[in-house]
């Protein structure tokens, strides 16, 4: 998992990666949730917060590929790659996945603070500069975007409630 973000009043700007967090996939097939959570499952996957895999070269090209998609801002790349001195170079990696604004850091994952989550805050700021520079929903609309925004990321940190390894 891949953090990324750029603020939209920076045009030209530099985008960052922010966190990388590793999952380790085995030879028998596991869900890709952390067992993290849990901290009693076997059935879950290992994750690592490995933020020294972040170097310039990854960087540019994660901000290359992040600026050609347009009014994207912020998001979490889900990647693989099988090598991890290529990965570091930015070569010979596929993106599987790629969520917008509302992806998650994984850090807080694997180490779950205490405080409100600092992306959170960071996607409402960047969304408001989003409606300021009218990319994206219309204004009126706010209002139930942020209320449903908020739901869903409390929903989605009832992890025993939505990925018990019961309910897989």
Known sequence: ???????????????????????????????LICKHLYN??????????????????????????????????????????????DFKKGKNFKILELNGVTGYDGEYIVKPYTKFPRWFVLRIMIGLQNIILLNGHHILDMPMVFINTCK?????????????????
């Open 1 to 31: 998992m891949v953090l990324y973000e750029r603020h939209p009043f920076v045009r030209d700007g530099k985008g960052h990666i922010i966190s990388i967090v590793l999952k380790e996939i085995g030879d028998t097939w596991r869900p």
């Open 40 to 85: 009693k499952s076997d059935e879950l996957t290992n994750c690592f917060v490995s933020n020294e895999l972040i170097t310039p070269e990854l960087e540019k090209v994660i901000d290359d590929i992040s600026k050609r998609i347009p009014n994207f801002y912020a998001g979490r790349y889900d990647v693989r790659f099988s090598n991890l001195e």
């Open 152 to 168: 869903r990321y409390i929903k989605c940190n009832d992890y025993e409630q939505l990925w018990s390894p019961s309910s897989l």
